[in-house]
Every structure is written in C-alpha cells, then in structure tokens.
C-alpha cells in the first residue's frame, strides 16, 4: 500500500511588524470582501480549504493546498486584484509560513503573543469568529478545523494558565484599575472626563466597558463634549461649569492640552462640601499636568498623575513579557501534539484497511456461528464478534498509529501489509 502525502496547511498575511498603517488598510478585507475572496479561491485548482483572518493589526489567509507554493502565488494574486495592491506590496511586506511553522503562527496569534499590545484580549474572539464563518460557509473541512479546534483549545490554556492577560498596559485602562483598587465597584459611579480629546475618550471608552454609565464631559467647545455624550451617554458641559459641577463626580479624568492648572486645590476643597464624606478619586493624564500637586494633600482626595500610571503600565509589562515565556511553552506543546495529528494521517487509510479486512471477516463467523440458532442469540455472537475485534486489533492499532506520529509512516504502512497481507486484499477486491 503506498501512502499518499497529505496536503500542507499554510498562513500567507501581513501584520503590524510587516506592514505600515497604510498598506495594512489596503489589504483589509471587509465583511462582504470575505466571502467573495474566499469562494472565488475555492473556485481554483489545489486549493481545498481557507479561512481568512483580518483586523486592524493583520490580515492573513489560512490554508490548506497540495502544493502550498503554488497556493501562494495564487493567492497574491487573487489578494491583490481584490483589494487594488500589487503583488509585490504583499510579497515584500508579509510572511509565508507552512506546515508545523503555520501551525505554530496561528496559535501565537490566538494567544497574544503575535499581538501590538502582548496578551490583549480581543484577538482570540476576532479568530473564533472568522473560523465559526468559514466553517459555517463550508470553506474549512478536516485540516483547518482540526487545526483551529487545537488553536482556540491553545487560546483557552494561555488564559487560563498564565497571566498574560493581566495588568493594564495602557495608560487609560491603568486608570481604570487604579479607580478600582481604590474606590472597589465602578458601576453606579460617576465619572468627569476634562478634555474630549484621544486620550479623554479612551478613557471614557475603558471606565465604560467597566461598567460606568454616568458620565459628565467637560470641554472648552460645548461641541465635542456633546459628541462624547452623544457616544457613551451623559451630560455635555463647558470647562468653566467645572467648579460647579465637580462635586457630582466619583471619579475625574483630566486629559487638556491647556498651558496651565485646570483644578485647583481650592476647587477640589469646595466640591468636598458637597460630597458629604465620599472620596473623590483623581487621575492627571495631560501633559502639562492639569491637576495642581497640593490636591493630593486635601483629606479623602486620591490623586494620581501620569508618572504613576506609566510605572504601573511598566511594571505590568514586564510580567506580561514573564507570562509570555510560559505561553510560548504551551504553543510549543499543542502544536508538537498537531504535528504528531498530521504525521499520523498518513498511517489512516491503512488503519482503515485493517479494521475492514477483519471486520469482514468476523461478520463471516458470526453469520455462520448464527446460522440455525434461536434469533435471540444472534445479537449476543455480535456483541461477541465485535468484542473479539477490538481486543484482537487494539495493540496492531496502538503501535501503528505510534510509528505514524513518529514520522515513521511508511516504514508502518509495510509492516501492516506484510503482516495482514492488505495489499494482497486489495488485489483480491481489484481482481
């Protein structure tokens, strides 16, 4: 029996260290653009399953071909026409991987580890939806599913068993931790965003996703406080409504580009009056500083400038690149198992072969055991027939699929055939 070789899987994409900006959202597949490059490629010739990955940071296309080379020249070219690139745009600024190296590429992706920002989160959701997609369209089978079943399984093992995930690596999202650590439960709080710039409204879209739902924006242009209102819901008002209106705030961001002091200690003191005891939380992200130093010296007031959010992003980063080690231990190991998968098919249609030569010839002995005898008895001499099989092919079985993992396939598929005579079978059944 001579083994045919399996087909190879592969990953041709560009990502955020290929890439520039520009020619990253050249390459973005949108929602429709999808489906349309996906089936126009299952159209051609080699090509029997794809899976197409792509976000702000990558666009990558999975796949599974005979000959992953000349996939790969199809497949910059398809790219390319679609999406108005050339072909040595995609060849110049991304990368080809194939086999256990794609395998591995995939994985370090749905764990972070491939990410701008190591151990976001939002990766592995963007990678289970583009594969439940082509899966459901029917443009994956057998490889690719098997394959990103083991990468999500990856993903899963990474969150689970490390930390990689943990500690704010933004400066807008370490203010939301540290409002954590200090005020506990953010929903129900209300929080003042100063400044309705970048850095204000990241900030307001983290506080947000914790769970904050009372917002007050203050800015210079009662115009873009209101487009920050509009979007997260809450109250739009002008800088010089702060003194007034600061006392109503839990928590309070400030991220101006003004020259000089927007709250001031005396500002800070008289909102207190009206707070009745609650502690009043806040963090200076401008740069210069908008919060002036002596609030942090009023009694109840919790204040943090943006020298102590970047040594708490620091220091999470470090652990991060720590947990980062373990998580490439854990690619390692799961992608070492889909190697040994993928050697192992190889061994299949022999296995096969196997199992029906002597499964035929047990149901030749239970027909005639069973032959004469009361019909109750006949379910029984199955039972048995089938017993007797397990037992018999069970260790033949084991040791085979073992040589395949190994590698050592065809060394395995001559051993059966020797031994059980199954290419001897299959002239039988030509003849």
């Known amino acids: 029996m001579e083994g045919k070789s399996q087909p190879g899987i592969f990953v041709l994409g560009a990502n955020h260290l290929t890439a520039s900006v520009s020619l990253r959202d050249r390459l973005l597949f949108d929602e429709a653009g999808v489906g349309e490059f996906a089936e126009k490629l299952l159209r051609e010739e080699g090509v029997s399953e794809v899976a197409v990955l792509s976000t702000c940071n990558r666009s990558e296309v999975y796949g599974v071909a005979a000959e992953p080379s000349a996939a790969r020249l199809l497949i910059e070219k398809l790219w390319a026409a679609h999406r108005g690139v050339s072909e040595d745009e995609i060849r110049n600024h991304g990368y080809f991987h194939v086999q256990t190296e794609a395998v591995r590429h995939l994985f370090r992706v749905i764990g972070s580890l491939d990410s701008l920002v190591l151990g976001e989160m939002q990766i592995l959701g963007q990678v289970k939806d583009s594969y439940q997609r082509a899966s459901q369209n029917h443009w994956t089978d057998f490889y690719l599913n098997h394959v990103f079943q083991a990468g999500l399984h990856t993903g899963k093992r990474i969150h689970a068993e490390t930390a990689i995930h943990e500690g704010a690596v933004s400066i807008s999202y370490a203010a939301v931790e540290l409002a954590r650590k200090v005020l506990g439960e953010l929903r129900g709080r209300s ?11 990241l900030a307001a879209q983290h506080f947000h996703k914790a769970g904050v739902k009372n917002f007050l924006f ?13 979007s997260f819901g809450g109250e739009a008002h002008l800088l010089t409504d702060l003194s007034e209106k600061i006392s109503r705030c839990d928590i309070v961001v400030s991220a101006t580009g003004a020259p000089g002091i927007v709250i001031s200690r005396e500002l800070v003191q008289n909102s207190l009056r009206h707070r009745h005891g609650r502690p009043l939380f806040l963090v200076d992200i401008a740069a210069p500083r908008d919060i002036e130093s002596e609030v942090g010296e009023v009694d109840n007031t919790f204040l943090f400038t943006i020298d102590d959010l970047k040594n708490a992003v620091s220091g999470n980063l470090d652990l991060r690149r720590q947990e980062a080690r373990k998580a490439e231990a854990i690619v390692d190991e799961e992608a070492a198992k889909v190697e040994a998968w993928a050697r192992g098919l190889d061994i299949v249609p022999v296995l096969r072969a196997l199992r029906e030569k002597y499964q035929a010839l047990a149901e030749k002995e239970v027909e005639k055991w069973a032959s004469g005898q009361p019909p109750e008895l006949r379910p029984h001499l199955e039972s048995l027939g089938r017993g007797l099989l397990n037992k018999f092919l069970h260790d033949p079985t084991t040791r085979l699929k073992l040589m395949g993992e190994q590698g050592d396939g065809l060394r395995a598929s001559y051993y059966a055939d020797m031994l059980f005579a199954l290419a001897q079978e299959e002239k039988q059944h030509g003849a």
């Open 218 to 230: 203050f800015n210079r242009s009662l115009g873009s406080a209101e487009r920050m209102a509009a």
């Open 191 to 201: 929080v003042g965003v100063v400044g309705t710039g970048e850095m204000g409204e």
